[in-house]
């Protein structure tokens, strides 16, 4: 327990403002809240979901492998490869038959983990094969009978969308990307790059003018789009290889502006460990951190207590990393 469950007083809120919270709040909430079955809800005693417990996993993937940790981890790595369908994709939650976006994350999670490349290789083919329908001649025929439609883009640029059949969008674009950088090049079939590239390019055509990333609708009845941090951190860390050209230094230029008026624990995570894994300079986590959690406990998401595990473990780091490495070392 931190000292500042235990009460109020400067003394609790220097000890929470330190590296305390990631090592001691951070670990024992994830290990503490890890569901029976061996998964992740989004809070805490919710029912496992593929997005919880993949980023739980790499999160304390990301500490020294102490026997506790070792076996909370190959717990959440069984329930994982059951949860995996006989396609190779993973759903949002168990009992569901379809395939999402989920597998890029469940996917990444047992890479990072290691032991179980086949089922990484199946959920890597299955999202390969997922089309998003922009890009289909009837999806471009609509666009082109509404030539006055509000939204305006290149729909022949395609990258992946929540759930198959439907339009791309820019999270589930960056979390397939950063899947794809994350791989060696052993597991990367040869139709992985012109893939990669594509979506890409339509990540970039998805910028909102002034910089950043909505969900993917830069301009909207001729009105430029309001970029948002979740989207934009994502994007971002998808194309760190990428470090100087000048969307993603506009975008991070943006970012920097919108850092200090972030009042949510999972943004300001996620905008720290963007703008350190490009090497801007930033204000040091803890404290902005501490604050936050005196407030609300990060409203025990397992979700923020991930990400903010990630973007701890981040500080300090620099351009030129892969986008794997971005999110973990």
């Known amino acids: 327990m931190l000292p500042a469950e235990k009460g109020g007083g400067e003394a609790d809120r220097e000890a929470v403002s330190s590296g305390q919270l990631a090592d001691t709040y951070c670990r024992h909430f994830l290990i503490t809240n890890q569901n029976p079955d061996g998964g992740w809800g989004y809070h805490r005693a919710s029912p496992s979901s593929v997005e919880a417990t993949s980023w739980a996993l790499v999160a304390l993937t990301s500490w020294s492998q102490a026997p506790a940790l070792a076996e909370t981890c190959a717990r959440a790595h069984a329930w994982l490869l059951q949860a995996q369908l006989p396609d190779g994709s993973w759903p949002a939650f168990p009992g569901q038959r379809q395939g999402c976006w989920t597998t890029s994350l469940a996917s990444l999670a047992l890479h990072f983990q290691g032991g179980s490349p086949e089922a990484v290789v199946r959920g890597l083919d299955w999202l390969l094969d997922a089309w998003p329908a922009d890009g289909t001649l009837w999806w471009r025929l609509r666009q082109f009978l509404a030539r006055s439609a509000m939204v305006h883009q290149d729909s022949s640029l395609r990258g992946w969308s929540w759930t198959p059949g439907t339009a791309s ?33 339509m990540l970039y055509d998805r910028m909102c003018p002034g910089g950043g990333w909505n969900s993917g609708n830069p301009l909207v009845y001729g009105v430029a789009g309001v970029p948002r941090i979740g989207p934009t951190a994502w994007a971002l860390l998808a194309l760190i290889d990428q470090p100087e050209r000048a969307e993603n230094q506009m975008s991070l230029d943006w970012l920097a502006r919108a850092y200090a008026g972030i009042r949510g624990a999972t943004s300001l995570a996620l905008a720290h460990r963007c703008l350190a894994a490009y090497g801007r300079q930033v204000p040091p986590l803890a404290p902005a951190l501490g604050e936050l959690y005196l407030q609300n406990r990060f409203f025990e998401s397992v979700l923020a207590v991930a990400w903010i595990a990630l973007a701890w473990g981040g500080e300090g780091s620099r351009a030129g990393k892969t986008a794997g490495e971005s999110l973990t070392s």
């Open 169 to 201: 969008w820019v999270e589930p674009t960056s979390h397939a990307l950063l899947l794809l950088r994350s791989l060696p090049p052993d597991l990367l079939p040869s139709r992985a790059a012109k893939r990669q590239r594509l979506a890409e390019r």
